[in-house]
């Protein structure tokens, strides 16, 4: 059982490039999200999903895009990196996010250039 | 004013120490509340839910005041493996989407 696994760990890009971001539970939960952690901000909603197919935005959506094909999956795509997208993103999963326990995966330390 | 918020410290506290945390919170249709703790450069960890009786896990103890809408944790009998960033977070109205506080980060010294 690996609970939430991310990948990558690190990640340096260019301006503009485009990436993406890979999450996966295995905990057979039905919501998923994506957060963003900046000092000094603490951790922001991006997109979540309350199950395959059902995606919506939260707090800071702009610039990502999420898709939601099986209940384990959950990418978060960087269409246009920009260096205000420099952060840690933090995956996590969940039965239900305000009854639950969110468990969340290792994080990946992106920097955008 | 920030949905959640957090005084962020540093709380320097010596071992054995007793200190409190407190967190106040804006919309007062919330429904659930955490205690999160966060070790450096790691992701963040369930310590404790928040009920309305308050409750306690060993040296941990969470109360919850919806009249003046804050959340405070207590830890007694302080440890060195306490240091951490201890996030507030609070359902923000919706059950699906959690609302976090920027953390208070607390220093437990031998």
């Known amino acids: 059982n690996a609970g939430v696994t991310q990948t990558p760990k690190f990640q340096v890009l260019k301006t503009g490039q485009s990436m993406t971001l890979q999450c996966a539970q295995d905990?057979?939960?039905?919501?998923m999200s994506w957060y963003r952690q900046d000092p000094g901000m603490g951790l922001r909603l991006i997109h979540y999903s309350v199950g395959a197919g059902i995606t919506d935005q939260g707090e800071v959506p702009n610039g990502y895009n999420v898709s939601r094909s099986t209940t384990e999956d959950f990418p978060l795509r960087l269409l246009s990196a920009a260096p205000s997208q420099t952060s840690v993103y933090f995956c996590?999963?969940?039965?239900?996010?305000?009854?639950?326990?969110?468990?969340f995966g290792p994080g990946t330390r992106l920097t955008v250039l | 004013r920030k949905e959640v918020e957090q005084d962020p410290g540093p709380f320097n506290v010596p071992e054995g120490a007793t200190v409190a945390f407190n967190c106040t919170y804006s919309?007062?249709?919330?429904?659930?509340f955490f205690w999160y703790r966060q070790d450096c450069r790691k992701e963040p960890k369930l310590l404790m839910s928040v009920y309305s009786s308050g409750n306690e896990d060993g040296r941990f103890t969470a109360q919850l005041n919806r009249a003046s809408q804050y959340i405070s944790l207590l830890i007694r009998d302080s440890k060195l493996s306490d240091s951490a960033t201890y996030l507030c977070v609070v359902n923000g109205g919706s059950f699906q989407k959690l609302v976090f506080g920027t953390g208070t980060r607390l220093l437990v010294s031998p």
């Open positions: 905990m057979n939960h039905e919501y």
């Open positions: 919309n007062s249709a919330s429904q659930s």
């Open positions: 996590a999963s969940s039965p239900t996010p305000g009854r639950h326990e969110q468990f």
